[in-house]
């Protein structure tokens, strides 16, 4: 078989186990690199060259920021502004929570967002008695949408640029993307708000969320302490974990009693209950015995790493609800600005800015180390690592070229508005069906040996390809962030579609009609 046999067959195979959904897609993109190296179509550096792109390090570096943000309570303090501010109105709040997810987007990605605010988003539905089924699929694709408001907002961005720069047409900048990016967030929300009422389904959530921005009364109340709701028990610096005293613990038959301090001298034990009553003086523990333990919140996250006790709730999800703008939280908006300001101005490459802007949020104790780890998406790093190497064989066999070539041979003499039609209609099929990065790897490629053929320029074709990219809107495996919401909103498969639909048409035309106004062919 010819190297370009090879990679067709390698992408078919690519895409059918996508779709087919039973194999991880980390352990997919690294069976493509390895097939791709095994089969001779690309040596081994080309390989595994994406593991040490600098593209991946920036959206690494980006996770980080991200978790810093959200740690720290900087979103949900964004969260209690929208609250504050949403009344009764449907469509207020439709404006108000897409608009919020879609800047929220441009800073720390879709996946970020939603993730941040899902709980948010329910909270706020809970309390304007709503569904929460009618606010987060909107919050979703409004997220979409805001991915296109700067080069931060979605990992294809950076890839796009990337490409474009090896291409030698020039990375695009920070703020390039905006200009495609507010008329999609603008229409996003006009259709939502228009066709929403009549699109978004009514539904029951499968996935109870907790609302912890009022918990420090109700573990006051709870447990009896004086004022009811003390202001003091959940401040920026000390917090409260409830937590139970399993059966087989250690503690069992310790002796305990409110006001002393645990074996580390950080926590105090606030208060003590047996089968729910309140314990005065001294008590040997028992199977099912709850504590208030109280002290720093670096501390309570330590504390209950312990086996022999039970967190009740975890204080790192308890912190970024009840206290917004928490520990460092100034500190982390310090770092994100000047991350921004590198980035607008070109001082240092994009991957420096924001491993510059990780590392200051590790060394200013904003997180640490271990938070930092978990913040990142290794799925995402590994799934763009290793789908370059399908990116890189498809150019070097020739397979992006031959695409090309029938793509062209097709649109025929229709013009570069056709070709921008054609690859619409390719990266939107393939967007609903497996990861938007894996598709704009497969596409990029194919679009620029396309431009080539036709003698157009491929700065409006690949950007029209990160518009298209990003329009993952028919089914909920279209992205993480489709999937976030299904089961707190309680949505079936067959729900995506409906809203979906015109959503990807708005997407469709202003890749293939907006882009080329700012980026001429």
Request: charged share 10%.
């Amino acid at each position: 078989m010819s190297d370009t046999a090879i990679t067709f067959a390698v992408l078919a195979v690519t895409v059918g186990v996508f779709i087919w959904d039973r194999v991880p897609v980390a352990i997919v993109a690294l069976g493509v690199a390895l097939s791709l190296w095994a089969t001779g179509v690309i040596d081994l550096q080309q390989a595994f060259a994406g593991f040490g792109d600098p593209t991946v390090m920036f959206i690494a570096a980006l996770f980080v920021v991200s978790e810093a943000l959200d740690a720290t309570g900087v979103t949900a303090w964004a969260g209690e502004q929208v609250m504050a501010r949403v009344g009764e109105g449907r469509n207020r709040l439709l404006v108000l929570v897409m608009l919020l997810a879609a800047l929220l987007t441009a800073l720390i990605s879709v996946n970020g967002t939603v993730a941040a605010l899902v709980p948010v988003g329910v909270v706020i539905a809970v309390r304007v008695r709503r569904s929460p089924s009618e606010l987060l699929m909107p919050l979703a694709f409004a997220a979409h949408a805001g991915s296109l408001l700067l080069l931060t907002g979605s990992p294809v961005n950076l890839l796009v640029s990337d490409y474009a720069e090896e291409a030698g047409l020039g990375a695009f900048g920070l703020f390039d993307f905006t200009l495609a990016g507010v008329p999609l967030v603008a229409g996003t929300v006009v259709l939502v708000v228009l066709l929403g009422g009549r699109l978004l389904p009514t539904r029951r959530p499968r996935q109870a969320l907790r609302d912890f921005s009022g918990h420090a009364a109700v573990l006051a109340e709870q447990y009896g302490l004086e004022g009811g709701g003390d202001p003091a028990l959940m401040t920026r610096q000390l917090g409260a974990a409830e937590v139970m005293i399993p059966p087989r613990s250690a503690y069992i038959g310790d002796a305990v009693y409110p006001g002393m301090t645990t074996e580390s001298g950080k926590l105090v034990v606030a208060a003590v209950q047996h089968k729910g009553q309140d314990v005065d003086g001294a008590w040997r523990l028992c199977a099912g015995d709850t504590l208030l333990l109280r002290g720093p919140w670096d501390a309570l996250e330590d504390g209950l790493q312990d086996p022999n006790v039970i967190a009740v709730d975890e204080p790192a999800l308890v912190r970024r609800q009840a206290v917004p703008l928490g520990p460092g939280a100034r500190r982390a908006i310090a770092v994100l600005a000047a991350m921004i300001v590198l980035l607008a101005t070109g001082l240092v490459p994009a991957a420096v800015a924001g491993l510059l802007a990780a590392l200051a949020m590790v060394l200013l104790r904003v997180v640490t180390v271990e938070q930092a780890y978990r913040g990142v998406n290794w799925t995402t790093i590994i799934l763009v690592g290793g789908m370059m190497a399908l990116s890189a064989g498809m150019v070097e066999s020739g397979a992006a070229t031959k695409l090309a070539d029938g793509l062209v041979a097709l649109v025929g003499d229709a013009g570069p508005y056709a070709l921008l039609a054609g690859l619409f209609v390719i990266t939107a099929g393939l967007g609903q069906l497996i990861s938007n990065m894996a598709t704009a790897l497969i596409v990029f490629p194919i679009a620029l040996a396309a431009a080539t053929d036709m003698g157009v320029s491929g700065r409006p074709v690949l950007m029209a390809v990160a518009v298209f990219a990003a329009a993952a809107f028919i089914t909920p495996v279209a992205t993480p962030g489709n999937l976030m919401v299904m089961d707190p909103a309680g949505y079936r498969f067959g729900d995506y579609w409906k809203l979906g639909v015109p959503l990807l048409l708005l997407f469709g035309l202003v890749g293939t009609f907006v882009v080329p106004v700012f980026w001429s062919f």
